[in-house]
């Protein structure tokens, strides 16, 4: 079974900085697209960010120029470093991985922005 498990989640004040990982086990990690989605109260699910198995990458409009996504294929790990964090931003993160139709979620966790 696939499994992706998320971490470095918590409170943080606005304008503060926040890493979040995804660590990946059985599965083939080099050949999938990795992204990051997000969810937050009384809204959809949206893009934060995504990284193509070569390497491309490509941010929704809430992360771009503050946050950056990238992944590290030895270790099986896609980070999202989060800069100048938002109330907005406050949201269950989630990481996801693709390959050929295959969809795998993680179970989210928790960012709260907040003084």
């Known amino acids: 079974q696939v499994k992706l498990v998320e971490s470095g989640g918590g409170l943080v004040q606005p304008g503060g900085n926040l890493t979040l990982s995804c660590a990946a086990s059985?599965?083939?990690?080099?050949?999938?697209?990795m992204a990051w989605y997000r969810r937050g109260p009384g809204k959809q699910r949206e893009l934060v960010a995504k990284?193509?198995?070569?390497?491309?990458?490509d941010y929704g409009d809430s992360a771009k120029d503050r946050f950056t996504i990238s992944r590290d294929n030895a270790k099986s790990t896609v980070t999202l470093q989060m800069n100048s964090l938002k109330p907005e931003d406050t949201a269950v993160y989630y990481c996801?991985?693709?390959?050929?139709?295959?969809?795998?979620w993680g179970k989210g966790i928790s960012v709260t922005v907040s003084t």
């Open positions: 059985r599965l083939t990690f080099r050949l999938y697209a």
């Open positions: 990284i193509s198995a070569s390497g491309n990458i």
């Open positions: 996801n991985g693709v390959y050929y139709g295959n969809y795998y």
